[in-house]
């Protein structure tokens, strides 16, 4: 297909009312549609890197771009998966998010929780069946293991360790300040 401005635009339109998505991941989509099109059909490239900066522009004006609204969105969804901020921080940006808009994002998580780390590590040992969710007859020999699958989630040692080690689960779950812990 070659890449015009309304066949962009459409593209464009086309791939928002399926996805979520901020304007850098859709710049980059656009973008490959314009070097498709000047590979196989020879347009120029400099006029549809344009046209798609129109578009970001003006879809951005009319508000079907929010960049914040994704980044906040897309970390609280991460964060109750169980991602760490580092992890939350890293796919933001590798979406194209500004640093301004993840520290938002980042920020906005204490409303989740009053230790945001603690709750999305306790999130993951739990989707994960991780240190004290695992079966007690099971747990020291998979010790290590739990340590570094949250290590590799982008949690310090020092937080891997309090779960995977963690006695009172309860008393852990008050003090991150998840909602439905006493």
Known sequence: MVATPEALSRAALSYLAR???PA???RRLLLARVVRSATAYGTDPEAGAQA????????TDRGLL???????????????????????????AQKGVAAADIDAAIAGLAEEAAQPELAAALAFARRRRLGPF??????????DRDLAS?????????????????????????????????
């Open 134 to 143: 695992r079966p007690a007859e099971r747990r020291a020999g998979h010790r």
């Open 19 to 21: 996805y979520a998505a």
């Open 52 to 59: 798609v900066e129109t578009i970001i522009v003006r879809l």
């Open 66 to 92: 929010d960049d914040g609204a994704y980044a906040r969105a897309r970390a609280r969804s991460l964060f109750r998966r169980g991602a760490s901020g580092y992890a939350i921080r890293a796919r933001l």
């Open 150 to 182: 949250l290590g590799r989630q982008g949690f310090d040692y020092a937080l891997a360790r309090r779960v995977v080690d963690c006695e009172d689960l309860r008393e852990l779950e008050a003090e991150a300040g998840i909602a439905g812990a006493p």
């Open 24 to 26: 850098g991941h859709l």
